[in-house]
């Protein structure tokens, strides 16, 4: 669990979406302040704002007779508030010598405190029989003659309209937003933050397929986010560093396995020249140990590169019975019968041929150097696998885990070999992208070979 809090904690995913509710979260709460201070707090200035628009827009929709003079107010949308609300709001239309020339339903003695206050276009106030008025004068020229639309609110109803239904409807709106906020914007954060990270998973995924067999590869850098680019290319760099520090050690290897076999093949020849005796003996034992390490590593060199594999059609029997007649000789002189078990029915294989012979034949003389005299090597083929079972002692379960590992040997080993010959042999599996499995076989060991893939 905590592993999986300290990834979510490093997910650029979840950091965005955090972010994004945080943010909206700040932004609706800075609103509802807003908001709030404004209603609460500057609620008169809010009323003569609103006052003020309205009655320039009412000024706007004034009809006149032909003699000049206003008759009526041609948007009928606000009427029924001065008809029904006389006591609270109502308006009047005056020339400039402060007649009046229409006006509609008011409570009487209305007007008479907005009466003392001289008359000009914008807000002003007054008090009306103890309540305060919020008024506003809407300028209007026609003919050349200029009116004022005069309209008057109480500020008790105001503040009435606004806590009681404003702030209300603020509330509602501001829930609905987060909600639109949270589920549409927040669908919205999640799966563009898909379509960006998905570049980064594809690259994730080409990233974990490059092996030493595969160290020409590299990052295609098409469709990945600009900010991503700059590691893409350093990666690449990187692995064009290691693929070059890679290939300087095969070829170091090869080419000084390869320049000791021309001395080793010297120094046999004149010790074979020599008269017999221990000493002579011992000596060839040696030039022969090393001999067969620098040829299996050259081999192993060649098989660890992809590009020396040439791929075709192989029947698997005529590859077993060609390894099973190369290893009689050894067989018979450990007193190991090789027998073959084929039920492949003549199956046919996608492989190097000359791999698969050293595969087969690494498989059986590491059996035959294990068997017991007198026991048997199997070797059992099937359509899509091999199995090689020897009745020898086998290993420990610990130790099934480094068959495959260079330069191990098991301790009931015959020869004296340089512990590569299996390491050669998975290197030969994973190239064709088969699996090459060691199992306890009570008694005895069995290996493995399947066609199938190699799964990572």
Avoid at 248 to 276: D, G
Avoid at 308 to 315: A, D, H, R
Avoid at 425 to 452: D, M, N, R
Wanted: overall charge negative; charged content about 20%; some cysteine.
């Amino acid at each position: 669990m905590r592993l999986v809090r300290r990834l979510h904690r490093n997910s650029i995913s979840v950091k965005m979406q955090l972010a994004y509710v945080a943010g909206m979260m700040l932004s609706v709460s800075l609103i509802a302040l807003v908001v709030l201070a404004a209603l609460g707090f500057q609620s008169n200035i809010l009323s003569e704002n609103d006052i003020n628009d309205f009655s320039g827009e009412l000024a706007e929709n004034l009809q006149f007779n032909a003699q000049g003079v206003p008759v009526q107010v041609a948007d009928e949308e606000y009427l029924w508030l001065f008809e029904t609300l006389y006591n609270e709001i109502a308006f009047r239309v005056m020339d400039q010598n402060g007649q009046v020339a229409l006006a509609s339903r008011a409570a009487p003695e209305f007007w008479s405190a907005a009466d003392q206050l001289p008359l000009k276009a914008g807000p002003f106030e007054f008090q009306q029989n103890g309540i305060m008025m919020d008024a506003a004068n809407g300028v209007r020229v026609h003919n050349g003659k200029t009116w004022f639309f005069q309209v008057a609110v109480s500020r008790r109803f105001m503040f009435f309209a606004h806590d009681t239904f404003a702030l209300r409807f603020i509330e509602d709106g501001l829930i609905l937003l987060s909600l639109v906020l949270f589920f549409v914007f927040g669908a919205c954060v999640h799966f563009a933050l898909g379509y960006t990270l998905r570049p980064l998973l594809k690259l994730s995924q080409a990233a974990a397929l490059i092996s030493p067999r595969s160290l020409q590869e590299r990052l295609q850098e098409d469709h990945v986010p600009t900010e991503i680019a700059p590691l893409v290319r350093s990666f690449n760099i990187a692995l064009d560093r290691l693929e070059r520090g890679y290939r300087l050690q095969q070829e170091f290897l090869a080419t000084a396995a390869h320049e000791l076999k021309t001395p080793l093949a010297l120094i046999r020849a004149q010790l074979e020249l020599m008269p017999e005796n221990e000493e002579r003996d011992w000596l060839l034992s040696d030039v022969k140990y090393m001999s067969r390490q620098v040829q299996q590593l050259l081999l192993l060199t060649e098989v660890s590169e992809e590009q020396n594999y040439k791929f075709c059609t192989v029947e698997l029997s005529q590859i077993a019975v060609e390894a099973l007649s190369y290893l009689q000789r050894m067989a018979d002189a450990a007193a190991v019968k090789l027998i073959l078990n084929d039920q492949s029915d003549g199956a046919e294989w996608q492989a190097d041929k000359g791999a698969l012979f050293t595969l087969l034949k690494n498989l059986l003389e590491n059996a035959i150097q294990h068997a017991p005299a007198g026991t048997e090597v199997i070797l059992t083929l099937s359509a899509d696998s091999l199995t090689v079972r020897d009745f020898g002692p086998g290993v420990a379960e610990d130790e099934l885990s480094q068959l495959f590992n260079r330069f191990w040997r098991g301790e009931h080993r015959r020869d004296i070999g340089a512990g590569l010959g299996l390491a050669i042999c998975q290197e030969i599996a994973v190239t064709h992208h088969w699996t090459l499995s060691a199992y306890k076989a009570e008694p005895g060991l069995s290996f493995t070979l399947s066609t199938e893939a190699v799964e990572h």
